[in-house]
């Protein structure tokens, strides 16, 4: 049907793409705004960087219609999404308070549209995957250098959620954001855990090219990239972070452990070795990890579980369709079961918040779409013989597991910053585990 559609425009329209220099160079633009939306993302707020987004996606729909031969594919998985977008659609119409569910439906709309606007770019510009894993892996490692000068002035704390009732003064750390709007760690830890694989990957790209002096920045990259994790204070990082490792230790045995066992083995010791000596002797890391584990002694975590428990009981009453997509549709039902004092903008579980909104269909469509898209990286990378293409598909897969990782504790995942970073590597994994990628 849509290839029909865009058919029956090609062939009246054609002529023009053919003159006009604007459509001739569109795919030129549209990489231009792809990289200005990572760009725009380290300091705009949501609704600019959105806004970029937006010409992406109506680029991609302009050259759709007038570039001969441009059709439309969906693969298996993203069938899944599609069945997902649909239900949201379906959710919209039956909520309760359709303006506030319209908005989250338009930002829905935005984040899809951008990822099926870089799957139809990237399926005929695939020389360009790299200059996208390099603009995330550019924009993150300059947030990590922000963060890591942030740690010697000792930013002033902009929330209240580290709990320091039980922690000595000088035991307490002094939690690093970033430029990122809206200004907070949380948020700030979880778009460093999702860029972090580009540039850990970047080390892994630059050797295998026997660019050895970029590989040795890329390390300082990363090491820097790892003390301004931690200084984030997101226990959700710090799991995710432990996550993006134990991925790496296993997809890179692929490469090394045949040749390289003993050298490899010391390696991922060492690792683990300074990881553990990080969190056993500076106190501060070591008090706000152990904190994950302090159940309701610690605040945090008991205002948590408050919310978990009224968002299940919002999901048993609107178990089929949901509320409507969007924060603040959530916030307005949120307040008819929340405990007092305990009010939340989410349900700091992006599983338990995507059923709230759209239903357990709508859960299951999502899942669905995840677990195929990761069964492909996987089997790519197990199979594949192109060592770039595998690289660029492991950096996307580890990428994305930590931030579904990071999710069952916390929703930054919503924010543009990251779902934009999120379905770039969705789009790359698509588009070279595609049959005719690999040929």
């Not at 309760?96 to 989250?104: I, N, V």
């Not at 695939?126 to 390099?134: E, H, M, N, P, T």
């Not at 939690?175 to 700030?188: A, D, E, H, I």
């Not at 549709?329 to 903008?345: H, P, Q, S, V, W």
Request: charged fraction near 15%.
């Amino acid at each position: 049907m849509f290839n029909k559609f865009f058919g029956f425009f090609q062939d009246k329209l054609n002529f023009v793409y053919e003159n006009s220099l604007f459509l001739q160079n569109v795919d030129k633009i549209i990489l231009l705004f792809i990289l200005l939306t990572f760009a725009g993302s380290t300091f705009m707020n949501s609704d600019a960087i959105g806004f970029l987004a937006l010409i992406v996606i109506f680029l991609t729909f302009v050259k759709m219609l007038f570039k001969k031969g441009e059709i439309v594919e969906f693969k298996n998985f993203e069938i899944w999404l599609v069945a997902y977008f649909m239900i949201v659609v379906i959710s919209l119409f039956g909520s309760t308070l359709f303006a506030l569910s319209l908005k989250g439906f338009f930002k829905t709309f935005v984040y899809i549209g951008f990822y099926f606007s870089l799957v139809q770019y990237l399926k005929n510009n695939r020389d360009k995957i790299v200059w996208l894993i390099a603009a995330i892996a550019l924009c993150t490692a300059y947030e990590s250098i922000i963060g890591f000068l942030q740690t010697f002035i000792k930013p002033e704390a902009i929330s209240t959620w580290q709990d320091t009732s039980r922690i000595n003064p000088e035991d307490v750390i002094s939690r690093v954001y970033g430029t990122l709007k809206p200004l907070n760690p949380n948020l700030f830890g979880g778009y460093l855990v999702c860029g972090f694989p580009a540039i850990l990957g970047s080390v892994f790209y630059f050797v295998t090219e026997k660019h050895f002096k970029s590989a040795i920045v890329s390390c300082i990259l990363t090491v820097i990239s790892i003390y301004t994790i931690f200084q984030t204070g997101c226990r959700g990082a710090y799991l995710a972070l432990m996550l993006i490792f134990g991925c790496v230790f296993l997809i890179s045995a692929k490469f090394f452990w045949k040749t390289y066992k003993k050298l490899y083995i010391t390696l991922i010791s060492g690792v683990c070795t300074l990881f553990i000596f990080a969190l056993t002797f500076v106190n501060s890391l070591r008090l706000r990890f152990l904190s994950i584990f302090a159940m309701r002694s610690d605040s945090s975590n008991s205002f948590r579980f408050n919310v978990y428990h009224s968002a299940i009981e919002m999901f048993k009453d609107n178990w089929l369709l949901g509320i409507g997509v969007g924060n603040k549709n959530f916030r307005e039902i949120y307040g008819l079961y929340m405990k007092t004092g305990f009010d939340a903008l989410s349900a700091y579980n992006i599983y338990l918040e995507t059923a709230v909104e759209s239903g357990i269909f709508a859960l299951m469509a999502f899942l669905g779409y995840l677990f195929l898209l990761s069964k492909e990286a996987v089997q790519f990378i197990l199979q594949s013989k192109n060592t770039q293409h595998i690289i660029f598909v492991a950096v996307a897969s580890v990428a994305i597991w930590a931030v579904m990782f990071h999710g069952l504790v916390d929703t930054i995942y919503f924010r543009p910053q990251l779902q934009f970073m999120f379905w770039t590597f969705a789009a790359v994994i698509s588009v070279l585990t595609h049959s005719k990628a690999q040929a």
